[in-house]
C-alpha cells in the first residue's frame, strides 16, 4: 500500500519554547574479546557537598536571617512603659472629671437640703417664744404673730413681723432668732415712760422718743416735765430728756418736776427736800450728782441749790448763778 506523499508514521514531538538541553549519549559499547575478564564497574561517586572539588566554591559563614518587620513585635518593657506613659497622661483628665463629679454631686446635694428647708413642713413655725417682757403680755406678742404659724423657717418674713409688732406700742425694739425645728425667740426691749406731761385735766406718760404709753389723772410717780406750750419735739422737751437720762438713780427718784427752756438751762425741784437744783447741761452729770448730795448736806436749809459748776458750788436764797473773772486784756497803742 502506498502511503500518501507527506505521512509520517512516528509521532512528532512540539518544538519546544526554550533552550534545548543537550542529550545524554549512551556510552558507546566497545567490542571486547571472547573469554576476556569483564573490567570492573566503578561506581560513579559524586563529591559530597561542602567537599573541595575543582571548580567548586567554598560556602562562606552563614548570615544570621533578619526577622521580618511584620513578625517583630514590642517587648514585655516596651509595653509596660507604654502603659506607664498612657497612665500619666491621663492622670490629669481623671482628676479633673472627680473635682467635676464632686462638685456636681456637692451641688446637688446643697439643692436638696435647700428644697427640705424651704418647702418642708417639718421646718415649719410651731411655737412663738417671748423674752424680755415684764409690761407687756407675752400673749399679746403671740398673738400678734400667729399669722406666721406654718410658714417654714426660711420663708418667715422679717418686713411682715415688723408690721405686726408695730402695733404693740409699749414695744421699743426686738430682735428675733429662729431655732431648728420649728420655734421662733422674739427678744423684746420695752419701752419705759421718763416723765409726764400736763395734758388737759389729767397727764400723758411718756418716753424718751416723746411716744404717749399711757394717760392717767396723776403722774404716776414720774417726773411733770414742763416744756410750756411746746411739743415733744421741741428743745425743752429734748433738753430735759437728756437731763434725766444721764441722771443717777438715787437722784431722779427723788425729782418731783423739771422744766428746760434750752439744752443748757435745765432746773428741776426735789419732792421731799422742796430744793430747786439748777443743773445745767446733761455734762459732768456725775460730778453734779456728788456735788449735790455735798449741798443738801452743808445748805439743808437754803431753797435753791446750784451744781452747774460741780467744782464751784452756790446755795442761797435766790438763784446764784456762778461767773468766772474775765480775763484782762491789752489794748493795743494807736
Known amino acids: ?80 512603659a507604654a502603659r506607664a506613659e498612657a497612665r500619666r497622661f491621663t492622670r490629669g483628665s481623671r482628676r479633673r472629671r472627680f473635682a467635676i463629679t464632686t462638685a456636681i454631686g456637692l451641688v446637688l446635694v446643697l439643692v436638696a437640703v435647700l428644697a427640705v428647708a424651704v418647702f418642708s413642713p417639718i421646718l415649719a413655725l410651731r411655737t412663738i417664744s417671748v423674752q ?4 407687756i403680755p407675752a400673749s399679746q406678742v ?59 385735766s389729767g397727764y400723758e406718760q411718756v418716753d424718751p422718743a416723746g411716744v404717749v404709753l399711757a394717760k392717767s389723772g396723776t403722774p404716776g410717780g414720774l417726773p411733770v416735765m ?33 422744766s428746760a427752756t434750752t439744752l443748757d438751762n435745765v432746773n428741776f425741784t426735789l419732792s421731799r427736800s422742796n430744793h430747786t437744783v439748777i443743773w445745767g447741761s446733761a ?5 453734779k450728782a456728788a456735788a449735790l448730795a455735798a449741798l443738801l448736806k452743808t445748805c439743808p436749809s437754803e431753797p435753791v441749790l446750784n451744781v452747774t459748776a460741780p467744782l464751784a458750788l452756790a446755795c442761797g436764797p435766790v438763784q446764784v448763778v456762778p ?12
Open 323 to 334: 461767773t468766772s473773772t474775765p480775763t484782762p486784756t491789752s489794748t493795743p497803742k494807736p
Open 283 to 287: 455734762a459732768d452729770s456725775d460730778q
Open 1 to 80: 500500500m502506498k502511503r500518501p506523499e507527506g505521512f509520517d508514521p512516528t509521532p512528532q514531538k512540539p518544538a519546544a519554547t526554550g533552550p534545548r538541553k543537550p542529550e545524554a549519549k549512551a556510552p558507546r559499547a566497545t567490542a571486547r574479546p571472547a573469554g576476556a575478564p569483564q573490567a570492573p564497574v566503578v561506581p560513579l561517586v559524586r563529591p559530597a557537598r561542602g567537599e573541595k572539588g575543582q571548580g567548586q566554591k567554598q560556602p562562606g559563614p552563614r548570615k544570621p536571617r533578619e526577622k521580618s518587620p511584620r513578625s517583630a513585635g514590642p517587648s514585655r518593657e516596651e509595653r509596660r
Open 142 to 200: 403671740q398673738d400678734a404673730l400667729s399669722g406666721q404659724l406654718g410658714t417654714p423657717l426660711a420663708l418667715l418674713n422679717d418686713d411682715k413681723i415688723r408690721r405686726e409688732l408695730s402695733g404693740i406700742i409699749l414695744i421699743r425694739s426686738y430682735v428675733t432668732e429662729i431655732v431648728p425645728p420649728n420655734t421662733l425667740v422674739v427678744r423684746i426691749v420695752e419701752r419705759k415712760a421718763i416723765g409726764a406731761l400736763k395734758s388737759g
Open 132 to 135: 424680755g417682757t415684764s409690761v
Open 226 to 258: 414742763d416744756i410750756g406750750k411746746a411739743g415733744v419735739n421741741s428743745a425743752g422737751f429734748a433738753a430735759a430728756t437728756k437731763v434725766l437720762l444721764a441722771m443717777p438713780p438715787s437722784v431722779l427718784a427723788e425729782v418731783g418736776s423739771i
